[in-house]
């Protein structure tokens, strides 16, 4: 059973690119996005990485963490960090975790419990649902998971716009409606009284209907 929504976030202890971490102890009071791959030296995963890798200072200016994780032992992560860099023009700025006895994968039910054996004998195909995305907030709990196929990329510009949604709402009382970005309108929240709202909003809101009503977003803090 994969965790989900609402879930802690499974700690753990790992060999990555970067030394060994626990996972809670190295997010500490930071978002984190953990991004999994079903092996090293993936055409698919090879540009998600690199491409991530370049708009990094887009997370950083948000407080978020980033760290991937593969099927494999952490050394051939690195090796593959150079032909990311070759070819994506970009190196990884930020740890990859060594996942070659499958514990990561498994805590966050990405495998199953019963996968076994020598994880460089394990084919990209074998591991195929090693393709999640969770973003964790500081109270290490899980606020997103998506889950792609091996086939399409990761569209790592809409985990920026998530985040950017989550932080607004875990501050505010406001909810975003489809399509949104910064800066635009949002949606009281509906665990918000009209006479509550009315303090918080004295010059009043749009309500096209009377459970839609839309205010300018706040100011994010």
Not at 91 to 115: E, Q
Not at 132 to 141: A, F, L, R, S, T
Request: net charge negative; glycine share 8%.
């Amino acid at each position: 059973m994969g965790v989900t929504i609402g879930d802690t976030a499974p700690d753990f202890e790992a060999e990555t690119t970067e030394g060994t971490i626990n996972f809670h102890d190295w997010l500490g009071d930071s978002w984190g996005v953990l991004f999994s791959h079903p092996r090293a030296f993936t055409p698919v995963c090879t540009t998600e990485l690199g491409y991530l890798a370049s708009i990094k200072p887009e997370f950083d200016k948000r407080g978020v963490k980033i760290i991937g994780i593969s099927v494999d032992p952490a050394e051939n992560n690195i090796g593959w960090s150079k032909d990311i860099e070759e070819t994506q023009g970009t190196a990884p700025n930020y740890p990859i975790i060594g996942d070659s006895d499958f514990k990561v994968a498994k805590a966050y039910g990405m495998l199953p419990a019963d996968v076994e054996g020598e994880a460089t004998e394990r084919t990209p195909a074998q591991n195929a649902t090693v393709r999640n995305v969770y973003v964790i907030g500081p109270d290490k709990k899980i606020k997103l998971v998506l889950i792609y196929p091996m086939t399409t990329g990761r569209n790592f510009d809409e985990v920026l716009r998530v985040i950017d949604s989550l932080q607004l709402t875990a501050n505010h009382a406001v909810a975003t409606p489809a399509q949104w970005q910064p800066g635009e309108d949002v949606i009281i929240a509906g665990s918000v009284s009209n006479d509550a709202a009315k303090e918080k909003y004295p010059d009043g809101w749009k309500e096209p209907k009377p459970y839609i009503r839309i205010v300018p977003a706040p100011t994010a803090s």
